[in-house]
């Protein structure tokens, strides 16, 4: 069964650094990878979907990695900002499941 | 622009109580989900429907059952409410059939509290 970690589960940082969020997943033969953003107490909205077949997506300030033989993905920050504080989920897909969600990352921008 | 709308943003009930959680989405999608939310454990799938009248079991589902009269609204139901069904409880909804190569968008959620 499919199993989603993310490394670290808190993170602060103070404005302008740069910042990687790691999610890690057990069963390579994913469909594709997600990340996703939470603020407290909303649901979840779509950062990036990366395809099996991609290596990295990229919009705006986010990139996301993808490296299924390893069974890890990375999610870059570029220039933090203090709005981008919230928890961050990464979930896959597998062949004949839904999505898996990993446990989050909850990340604080200090001004 | 995609909208998912959750019946109530909070809400407090009493052990015992048949409780129910209505999600309405307007994009036409075809499969809907419910899940929870709880500290440290992350999002786990209750139930999923593919299309009208369909269910589907996903990894937790003692305890709920759903309905989908209509394509649009996907409700979930506590049929007797006990305190370690207090959570978070996330509506999504996608384009595909397949429903596992696409994006799903998500309600607001809604905090129940069972005392």
């Known amino acids: 069964k499919q199993e989603v970690t993310q490394i670290p589960a808190a993170l602060s940082v103070p404005e302008g650094e740069n910042l990687v969020l790691n999610c890690s997943f057990t069963?390579?033969?994913?469909?594709?990878l997600q990340w996703f953003r939470q603020d407290p107490g909303k649901g979840l909205t779509s950062l990036l979907l990366?395809?099996?077949?991609?290596r990295e997506q990229t919009s705006g300030r986010l990139n996301a990695s993808l490296d299924k033989s390893s069974g890890r993905s990375t999610l870059y920050i570029a220039a933090s900002q203090p709005g981008d504080s919230a928890t961050y989920l990464c979930?896959?897909?597998?062949?004949?499941?839904?999505?898996?969600f990993g446990p989050g990352t909850r990340l604080s921008v200090l001004p | 622009d995609v909208k998912v709308t959750q019946s109530s943003r909070y809400l407090v009930k009493r052990t015992g109580e048949k409780v129910f959680l209505e999600c309405v989405q307007d994009?036409?999608?075809?499969?809907m989900f419910w899940y929870r939310q709880d500290p440290g454990l992350g999002l786990r799938l209750i139930y999923f429907?593919?299309?009208?009248?369909?269910?589907e079991k996903g990894d937790i589902p003692e305890g709920y059952s759903v309905s989908r009269e209509k394509k649009e609204r996907f409700s979930l139901i506590l049929e007797s409410a006990s305190t370690n069904q207090t959570s978070m409880y996330l509506c999504?909804?996608?384009?595909?059939?397949?429903?596992?190569?696409?994006?799903?968008?998500f309600g607001p959620g809604t905090r129940l509290t069972v005392l």
């Open positions: 999504a909804s996608s384009p595909q059939t397949s429903g596992s190569t696409d994006t799903q968008y």
């Open positions: 069963d390579s033969a994913i469909y594709n």
């Open positions: 990366i395809q099996s077949s991609q």
């Open positions: 979930a896959v897909t597998t062949e004949g499941q839904n999505f898996v």
């Open positions: 994009m036409d999608h075809e499969n």
């Open positions: 429907s593919y299309d009208v009248k369909m269910k």
